[in-house]
């Protein structure tokens, strides 16, 4: 059974940083094989897409409101997917998910497509 266990999150001030990771087990086929991506989610919104990592070498999306701002970066050897997130404002206080996709066929930030969540990390940034 996969599992996915995401880690990191906290409390930081406006400006602060903060690194979240993922960690996935249980997988059928090489972690290389899957697109992995970021999703948050504040109390009353929808979840949205952050960044994701395609698979196979594939290339790297950001939205626009993290594009500067948060680093997506995978080791596939390690099973592992993180985020460095910099500057960090009060929009980005949310529950930050990992999830994992093995033939995602629309756009990246689009969540149902991803077979794999986390529990969820808890952003929050306070003023």
């Known amino acids: 059974q996969v599992q996915v266990v995401e880690s990191g999150g906290g409390l930081v001030e406006a400006g602060g940083s903060l690194r979240l990771s993922c960690t996935a087990s249980?997988?059928?086929?090489?972690?290389?094989?899957?697109?992995v991506g970021w999703f948050r989610q504040a109390p009353g919104q929808e979840r949205e897409g952050v960044s994701c990592?395609?698979?196979?070498?594939?290339?790297?999306a950001y939205a626009d409101s993290v594009k500067g701002r948060f680093t997506i970066s995978r080791d596939n050897a390690k099973n592992t997917l993180s985020l460095q997130m910099n500057a960090l404002n009060l929009e980005d206080t949310a529950t930050y998910y990992c999830?994992?996709?093995?033939?995602?066929?629309?756009?990246?930030?689009?969540?149902?497509?991803?077979?794999?969540w986390g529990q969820g990390t808890q952003v929050t940034v306070s003023s």
């Open positions: 999830a994992g996709a093995l033939a995602p066929k629309r756009f990246w930030a689009y969540a149902g497509q991803y077979d794999y």
């Open positions: 990592s395609r698979r196979s070498g594939g290339s790297i």
């Open positions: 249980g997988l059928t086929l090489t972690f290389d094989a899957y697109t």
